[in-house]
């Protein structure tokens, strides 16, 4: 059987890959002590729907969008962290970004503007900014949209002035303003509602292992020093179960009924 899968890489920014290889070293004692054998260092070459979808995981980030119209039948659920951005135990919110020297400031302001994002299945970026905008129109109030690739690169289109809006997730956000000079040129006019945020997952395993596996991850987290604690701005691990994701779907569901059915997610 091929070697196991661990990978953190939702927020693994340069910045902070060594705050993430930190957390995997932990990870790795963590598994070892509940009896997994973990590969000796993260994953960071394979496609991450590859990795998912693959029978070797054994642990990783994956988004709800994904998680909720992809996955949901093939992995299993091992928990949801909780960040520290002002936001629930194990939810989080996006921010929607503007340049700072624009005139902008509500949503109703965005009306025939043009708007990026990092990914069409990204919740963060993508489909909770739909779903937010479906409060103040439809697809012809917006006059185009395009894919940037990434968060960061969103935030430096936007302060390029490439694109007018875009939609970012609590954390990416709180890490651009440690980390991307870019961010500094753009302002905060709205916030999306809250969703549960990124889930850890594995291959399909029995509820015991699940356990096993939810436990070792609290185990590392209580192990990390606070530097690393901080630059990750990890604070917690919640059990959230796979329902408690359903309001990504219902959410999606008003988003297409808004758009039309050729909006692509």
């Known amino acids: 059987m091929s070697e196991a899968i661990v990978s953190l890489p939702m927020y693994d920014w340069p910045e902070v890959q060594i705050y ?22 993260l994953n960071r070459t394979i496609a991450t729907m590859d990795q998912w979808l693959g029978d070797n995981l054994l642990l990783s980030q994956t988004c709800g969008l994904p998680f909720k119209t992809v996955l949901k039948d093939k992995v299993s659920l ?13 939810s989080y919110f996006s921010v929607i970004v503007v340049h700072q020297d624009t005139s902008i400031d509500t949503l109703d302001d ?9 990914d069409k299945r990204s919740q963060s970026g993508y489909a909770a900014l739909l779903f937010t905008l479906s409060h103040i129109g439809n697809t012809k109030d917006f006059r ?35 980390h991307e000079p870019a961010a500094q040129k753009l302002k905060v006019i709205a916030t999306s509602e809250p969703t549960p945020t990124l889930p850890f ?25 606070e530097e690393t604690r901080e630059a990750l ?17 219902t959410r999606l569901n008003i988003v297409k009924r808004t758009f039309g059915m050729s909006c692509e997610i």
């Not at 968060?151 to 651009?176: C, K, M, N, P, Y």
């Not at 594995?202 to 192990?223: C, F, G, P, Y």
């Open 110 to 118: 965005l009306k025939g503007l043009t708007f990026t994002y990092n």
């Open 144 to 178: 185009s949209s395009f894919e940037s690739g990434s968060h960061r690169a969103s935030i430096q289109t936007v302060a390029a002035g490439r694109a007018d809006f875009a939609s970012i997730d609590a954390l990416s956000w709180e890490l651009a303003l440690r």
């Open 20 to 41: 993430n290889d930190r957390f995997f070293k932990e990870l790795r004692t963590s598994l070892a002590d509940q009896g997994f054998i973990a590969p000796t260092a």
């Open 233 to 249: 701005l990890l604070i917690g691990f919640s059990p959230l179960k796979e329902r408690d994701y359903d309001v990504i779907e």
């Open 78 to 90: 091992v928990g949801t962290p909780a960040y520290g951005i002002n936001c629930g135990a194990g």
């Open 201 to 225: 997952i594995t291959a399909r395993r029995s509820r015991k292992e699940i356990d096993q596996l939810h436990m070792a991850v609290v185990d590392a987290m209580v192990s990390l020093d």
